[in-house]
């Protein structure tokens, strides 16, 4: 099925707004010429008023009426251009004024309409057009006899084709600028929206990072919704990066310790398999756990108890085989049933990191120390290493940061335990260790 094009929304507002204004604009040319109508008919009206001595005078020269008054006698009824008519009740003519005679209009009852309240325009069959006006009506013998004034119609058609050629040209041009107009403020009106789509363009061709702030209260909405969602996008592209880097540098300790017991001949096969397994499955709670961080972040993966010594117990298994050559000893001082407010895939990234340092950096001991209190535990981690220089140690939990140049590293682990630990109301910080070497102290709440 193909997809409608639908038009574009100026479009539709433009078509819109000119069909409203052509259609008040027709809508007032036809009130115009219907207030100019009444107008005219009211003036006519008023005029007959004026003209009735010369149509009384009309039907006293006619002797149609007598004993009029001698002021009648003084009015020349030739001197107008009213003209009189009778009709019976059959609309035949059965008199007519001289100006009417001689206007020829034949007989015009026929053609008159049967009831005429007001001044009426009406054309005769001939093509004339006349304003005709029922005077009285008269019984005389059960006979209705109407008396109609007539004026030609001839200065009333010209005048109002005259009104409807200016009205038509004055609307006419009302429109041109009432469209011209529109669609300057349609230019200036939707200029936001053009300069949104414009931004959408550069954020997709990574050009600007977020909308600007300064859009019409219409749109405030709109842009905040939209920056909001790339932030949560740019949100969700760094948890992923971020997952990335930390899987690959967690995976890095299990796979030395992988390798290293492979070369070691002296392990039987049976414990071999098993400690293997041991660290793939390992690996596989770290695939699972970096992938949960990258989609749910790190608050989504708290609510949970974890013993402390298995984890302890394990890690001191891989890591004296990734060290071999040191012979480190591992001292270990807290409750063997001890267990820590936090989630079991965390606590193992973060005692990885921690360990793995303090079996690098170390000289031949690493000590651990763990205590409970009413409020929080208390977690220290030393070794007998060169420690961590006082200007560098709160430098050392950013990520990228690496207190060591020498050593092959991208400064990822204690970055990544900085975040466990504030992502459960904790703290850590680095001090100098009674063995000589660096510290590392963890205090997490118990609630």
């Known amino acids: ?35 100019y109508s009444q107008s005219y008919m009211a003036a006519y009206s008023s005029e007959l008023v004026a003209q009735m001595p010369m149509v009384v005078a009309q039907l006293n020269r006619a002797g149609l009426i007598k004993d009029v008054d001698k002021w009648i006698n003084s009015v020349d009824p030739s001197n107008t251009d009213y003209m009189s008519v009778v009709c019976d009740k059959n609309d035949h003519t059965i008199w007519l004024s001289e100006e009417a005679k001689t206007a020829t209009i034949g007989d015009i009852c026929g053609e008159l309409p049967n009831n005429i309240p007001v001044p ?21 013998g059960g006979k209705i006899y109407q008396l109609v004034v007539l004026r030609s119609g001839d200065a009333y058609m010209s005048s109002l ?21 529109l669609i300057a403020a349609f230019h200036w009106s939707f200029q936001p929206l053009r300069k949104l789509a414009t931004q959408l363009d550069q954020m997709t061709e990574a050009k600007r990072d977020t909308l600007d702030d300064n859009y019409p209260m219409e749109l405030q ?60 499955s390992q690996m596989d709670e770290l695939v699972q756990y970096q992938l949960k961080r990258a989609m749910m972040g ?93 200007a560098m140690r709160d430098a050392i939990f950013q990520r990228g940061v690496r207190a060591d140049q020498r050593n092959p590293g991208q400064g990822i682990g204690l970055s990544v335990c900085h975040e466990i630990v504030m992502s459960y109301r904790g703290s850590i910080h680095v001090e100098a260790s009674s063995l000589e070497g660096a510290a590392f102290v963890i205090e997490l709440p118990k609630r």
């Open 1 to 35: 099925m193909k997809n409608i094009i639908q038009p574009r929304l100026r479009r539709r507002v433009l078509v819109t707004s000119v069909a409203i204004i052509v259609l008040i604009t027709s809508a007032l040319a036809g009130v115009i010429n219907q207030l």
């Open 161 to 181: 084709q005259q009104l409807h050629k200016r009205t038509t040209f004055y609307l006419g041009l009302f429109v041109l600028i009432a469209i011209a107009f």
């Open 298 to 390: 790190q608050q989504g993966l708290q609510k949970d108890k974890t013993d402390l010594k298995p984890l302890i117990d394990s890690f001191g298994r891989l890591l004296s085989k990734v060290y071999a050559d040191k012979d480190v000893i591992l001292n270990t001082t807290f409750d063997p049933a001890l267990t820590l407010p936090v989630n079991r895939s965390d606590l193992m990234e973060l005692l990885g990191n921690l360990l793995e340092n303090a079996y690098r950096f170390c000289i031949s001991e690493v000590q651990i120390n763990a205590i409970e209190t009413p409020d929080h535990y208390l977690i220290r981690i030393e070794d007998d290493g060169p420690g961590v220089a006082e």
């Open 221 to 280: 909405d709109v842009t905040l919704a939209l920056n909001r969602l790339i932030e949560i996008s740019n949100t969700q592209k760094g948890r992923y990066r971020q997952a990335m880097d930390d899987l690959a540098h967690s995976l890095k300790t299990r796979l030395a310790a992988t390798n290293a017991l492979l070369d070691d001949n002296d392990i039987p096969r049976a414990e071999l398999n098993q400690r293997i397994m041991e660290q793939i």
């Open 120 to 140: 009426t325009l009406i054309e005769t069959l001939s093509g004339d057009s006349y304003i005709a006006y029922n005077m009285s009506q008269e019984r005389e």
